[in-house]
């Protein structure tokens, strides 16, 4: 049997492990990205590892989420992340030039590489034939320092698409119909790769919006061939040099397959309070929409907006409705304005924002009292634009447009009628702007070395766990129910997002909405442990989700199963994640009860834990699914000791074979 692209990839980058599914491997990483909101402790965990500069190809700091700098925090945040960039040899993205997924794809990744970005969505770079891999912001200060990074060998599901979309149907559609299928915690330990004579006729931002979405389904990450139309987008970008053909092998082996015919599709909705509560668009009940928003990594390629214009042209946005756009990045911004686009958006009443991720994560624009917010962004999860009693719709640019105009759910269609086929002549552009004005690339290694890193009030120290210790005698200070997000556990909004590098503060609103008592309690506490439902942290990257409880207390999380990224947030920042052996003991526990481990560390490395509850006098097993890596990390305390131990552990040999060298002579 032939391989898949991903085997490929993944071959071409190994190290050591096993590449059967399930197990652990370790791979060199190229590439690495973080953005503003989560990267201050990203930053400050590499300044305490202690190295001179980054060891990946490149590495990038994206300044793009929280452009409102409503107080000195946000602007400390950036002057500190450009700093230090400057002082450990990384790229640095200015506020303006774009969101990160969107300017990486377009301005650094290339075909058969892997990166590592402090970003869930970071999988949108899969759309260029690259395996992209969202983690903790612990992991990519892992990644820079060039070690090679764990990761659990995927299994391969390929997702074949055939025949085109109709007008009016968006790539959107397809990443909604994966979700409606698969489920939101369906693609944990997969990768998508998608092929077929209909992902050969989507371009690289439509790919795109397939790839960065596919982390909604829990995979490790989504990818598209390197093909002819990758060849057409580095060509735009002026990079073909970057470019090389990367497929599958036509007899490829895959642990599963999906098929999907293209022509079937309809315009759909993602509703309210999860991205795989998928319906049809016209069965969806006709409430008044409140607000609207076309933005995000997700959507706003340059044919996603102009198609939304072309719906919106001549008419105007209903007056009942709040209509906003964000534009993922200056080149697309540019490019739509030189077509006559923006003209349209803004002659239609609609409002553009700064090019910046902005409401996507609640950074303004909080919809109304019970409103119902219509977004082309990638999360409905409750609170996730600001208000936790709004009601967001995931949807299309197409069929969002066509909702502002008409104050209700409506398509593309609904609106143009027959003419919805001229929405089919929209293409990318043959040539992007190329200015890389906005980027600072990194400063030679001797006049980097005369960086000074300036660190405001706000860049407070990284907070480091404590070392397990052989007895546990803890409260449950929080029971906490199925699907909690990292947005229910750290939230988001211009607020919050500005107190991600002061954690003291920071902490005190852990849990906030949807336990405003939690953060209080378990600091009364002192210790304790969390015990939650299925797929507990799914959602963002944010590796606050787990240094939050972590200051407070929070020994381990015991829950019926753990998303990805948050599990090895977990493991890196001190928390131990266990599993239920037996679901059904999850009942009989009840928030404050006592619970008791002995012996913990001898038990940890049989990845089988007893736990007694004291209160309701019944003993129970968890599981621990991590890899032998992962067990050193937990019983080091936390990645950063694990890491500055190994690395501590080369030097010394290093200094040991320079001795013995000159011995010899
Ligand atoms: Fe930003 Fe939203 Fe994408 S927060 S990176 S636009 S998912």
Same mark, same amino acid.
């Given at each position: 049997?032939?391989?898949? &692209?991903?085997?490929?990839?993944?071959?071409?980058?190994?190290?050591?492990?096993?590449?059967?599914?399930?197990?652990?491997?370790?791979?060199?990483?190229?590439?690495?990205?973080?953005?503003?909101?989560?990267?201050?402790?990203?930053? %400050?965990?590499?300044?305490?590892?202690? %190295?001179?500069?980054?060891?990946?190809?490149?590495?990038?700091?994206?300044?793009?989420?929280?452009?409102?700098?409503?107080?000195?925090?946000?602007?400390?945040?950036?002057?500190?992340?450009?700093?230090?960039?400057?002082? !450990?040899?990384?790229?640095?993205?200015?506020?303006?030039?774009?969101?990160?997924?969107?300017?990486?794809?377009?301005?650094?990744?290339?075909?058969?590489?892997?990166?590592?970005?402090?970003?869930?969505?970071?999988?949108?770079?899969?759309?260029?034939?690259?395996?992209?891999?969202?983690?903790?912001?612990?992991?990519?200060?892992?990644?820079?320092?060039?070690?090679?990074?764990?990761?659990?060998?995927?299994?391969?599901?390929?997702?074949?698409?055939?025949?085109?979309?109709?007008?009016?149907?968006?790539?959107?559609?397809?990443?909604?119909?994966? &979700?409606?299928?698969?489920?939101?915690?369906?693609?944990?330990?997969?990768?998508?790769?998608?092929?077929?004579?209909?992902?050969?006729?989507?371009?690289?931002?439509?790919?795109?919006?397939?790839?960065?979405?596919?982390?909604?389904?829990?995979?490790?990450?989504?990818?598209?061939?390197?093909?002819?139309?990758?060849?057409?987008? &580095? *060509?735009?970008?002026?990079?073909?040099?970057?470019?090389?053909?990367?497929?599958?092998?036509?007899?490829?082996? !895959?642990?599963?397959?999906?098929?999907?015919?293209?022509?079937?599709?309809?315009?759909?909705?993602?509703?309210?309070?999860?991205?795989?509560?998928?319906?049809?668009?016209?069965?969806?009940?006709?409430?008044?929409?409140?607000?609207?928003?076309?933005?995000?990594?997700?959507?706003?390629?340059?044919?996603?907006?102009?198609?939304?214009? &072309?719906? %919106?042209?001549?008419?105007?946005?209903?007056?009942?409705?709040?209509?906003?756009?964000?534009?993922?990045?200056?080149?697309?911004?540019?490019?739509?304005?030189?077509?006559?686009?923006?003209?349209?958006?803004?002659?239609?009443?609609?409002?553009?924002?700064?090019?910046?991720?902005?409401?996507?994560?609640?950074?303004?624009?909080?919809?109304?009292?019970?409103?119902?917010?219509? *977004?082309?962004?990638?999360?409905?999860?409750?609170?996730?634009?600001?208000?936790?009693?709004?009601?967001?719709?995931?949807?299309?640019?197409?069929?969002?447009?066509?909702?502002?105009?008409?104050?209700?759910?409506?398509?593309?269609?609904?609106?143009?009628?027959?003419?919805?086929?001229?929405?089919?002549?929209?293409?990318?552009?043959?040539?992007?702007?190329?200015?890389?004005?906005?980027?600072?690339? $990194?400063?030679?290694?001797?006049?980097?070395?005369?960086?000074?890193?300036?660190?405001?009030?706000?860049?407070?120290?990284? $907070?480091?766990?404590?070392?397990?210790?052989?007895?546990?005698?803890?409260?449950?200070? %929080?029971?906490?129910?199925?699907?909690?997000?990292?947005?229910?556990?750290?939230?988001?909004?211009?607020?919050?997002?500005?107190?991600?590098?002061?954690?003291?503060?920071?902490?005190?609103?852990?849990?906030?909405? !949807?336990?405003?008592?939690?953060?209080?309690?378990?600091?009364?506490?002192?210790?304790?442990?969390?015990?939650?439902?299925?797929?507990?942290?799914?959602?963002?990257? *944010?590796?606050?989700?787990?240094?939050?409880?972590?200051?407070?207390?929070?020994?381990?999380?015991?829950?019926?199963?753990?998303?990805?990224?948050?599990?090895?947030?977990?493991?890196?920042?001190?928390?131990?994640?266990?599993?239920?052996?037996?679901?059904?003991?999850?009942?009989?526990?009840?928030?404050?009860?006592?619970?008791?481990?002995?012996?913990?560390?001898?038990?940890?490395?049989?990845?089988?834990?007893?736990?007694?509850?004291?209160?309701?006098?019944?003993?129970?097993?968890?599981?621990?699914?991590?890899?032998?890596?992962?067990?050193?990390?937990?019983?080091?305390?936390?990645?950063?000791?694990?890491?500055?131990?190994?690395?501590?552990?080369?030097?010394?040999?290093?200094?040991?074979?320079?001795?013995?060298?000159?011995?010899?002579?």
């Amino acid at each position: 049997m032939g391989k898949s &692209l991903t085997r490929k990839i993944i071959e071409s980058h190994y190290v050591s492990g096993s590449m059967i599914p399930g197990e652990e491997v370790f791979l060199y990483i190229d590439q690495t990205l973080t953005h503003d909101i989560n990267a201050v402790m990203t930053y %400050l965990a590499f300044e305490a590892i202690g %190295l001179d500069r980054v060891r990946t190809e490149c590495s990038v700091s994206y300044l793009d989420h929280n452009l409102l700098y409503v107080d000195h925090k946000t602007p400390d945040d950036h002057i500190y992340l450009q700093s230090a960039a400057r002082r !450990y040899g990384v790229y640095v993205s200015r506020p303006g030039n774009g969101i990160c997924h969107a300017v990486h794809v377009a301005r650094f990744g290339a075909p058969g590489k892997i990166s590592m970005g402090g970003d869930s969505h970071t999988p949108h770079g899969g759309a260029i034939g690259m395996l992209c891999i969202g983690v903790g912001g612990m992991d990519v200060a892992t990644a820079m320092t060039g070690v090679p990074m764990r990761l659990k060998m995927p299994r391969v599901v390929n997702v074949v698409l055939h025949g085109r979309l109709r007008p009016g149907v968006n790539a959107k559609e397809i990443i909604l119909e994966m &979700l409606r299928r698969v489920t939101i915690k369906g693609g944990l330990g997969n990768v998508y790769e998608y092929t077929g004579d209909g992902a050969a006729a989507l371009e690289v931002p439509e790919r795109a919006t397939i790839t960065n979405m596919g982390a909604e389904m829990g995979a490790t990450t989504s990818i598209f061939p390197s093909d002819d139309a990758v060849r057409r987008f &580095l *060509r735009a970008q002026g990079r073909e040099t970057d470019y090389r053909e990367l497929l599958p092998d036509e007899n490829a082996e !895959y642990d599963e397959q999906i098929v999907i015919n293209l022509d079937q599709l309809e315009p759909l909705a993602a509703c309210p309070h999860q991205p795989d509560n998928v319906k049809p668009l016209r069965e969806v009940e006709k409430k008044p929409v409140q607000q609207v928003f076309i933005g995000s990594c997700t959507n706003t390629s340059y044919a996603d907006v102009a198609k939304a214009a &072309l719906v %919106l042209q001549g008419r105007h946005v209903n007056e009942t409705v709040s209509c906003t756009c964000a534009i993922a990045s200056r080149q697309t911004y540019k490019a739509l304005m030189h077509d006559g686009y923006i003209d349209m958006l803004m002659d239609a009443g609609l409002r553009m924002l700064e090019i910046a991720c902005g409401p996507c994560c609640a950074i303004g624009q909080t919809p109304a009292t019970e409103g119902i917010a219509v *977004r082309t962004s990638n999360r409905n999860f409750k609170g996730r634009a600001g208000n936790p009693n709004a009601k967001i719709y995931l949807v299309s640019p197409e069929s969002a447009a066509a909702t502002a105009v008409m104050g209700t759910f409506a398509s593309a269609e609904d609106i143009l009628g027959a003419d919805v086929a001229k929405l089919a002549g929209i293409r990318e552009p043959e040539v992007y702007d190329q200015n890389d004005n906005m980027l600072i690339a $990194p400063l030679p290694e001797e006049e980097a070395a005369q960086v000074e890193i300036v660190r405001g009030p706000n860049i407070r120290p990284l $907070p480091v766990p404590e070392v397990p210790e052989q007895e546990l005698h803890v409260p449950v200070s %929080l029971k906490a129910g199925d699907n909690v997000s990292t947005d229910d556990i750290t939230p988001a909004s211009a607020e919050f997002s500005s107190m991600r590098s002061n954690i003291p503060m920071m902490s005190k609103f852990c849990y906030h909405r !949807y336990d405003p008592e939690f953060a209080e309690r378990a600091k009364v506490m002192g210790r304790s442990i969390i015990v939650g439902g299925e797929n507990y942290g799914q959602g963002s990257s *944010r590796e606050h989700a787990a240094i939050n409880p972590m200051y407070l207390g929070v020994k381990c999380v015991i829950a019926k199963s753990i998303a990805r990224i948050h599990k090895g947030n977990l493991v890196n920042h001190g928390i131990i994640p266990m599993l239920f052996e037996d679901p059904a003991d999850y009942e009989r526990i009840c928030q404050e009860d006592i619970l008791e481990i002995h012996h913990l560390l001898d038990q940890i490395p049989e990845k089988r834990v007893i736990v007694h509850d004291v209160t309701q006098g019944f003993d129970f097993t968890v599981r621990l699914d991590l890899s032998e890596n992962e067990i050193e990390v937990v019983l080091s305390g936390g990645q950063l000791r694990f890491l500055k131990k190994q690395l501590d552990g080369q030097k010394h040999t290093e200094v040991q074979k320079e001795k013995a060298q000159k011995e010899k002579e």
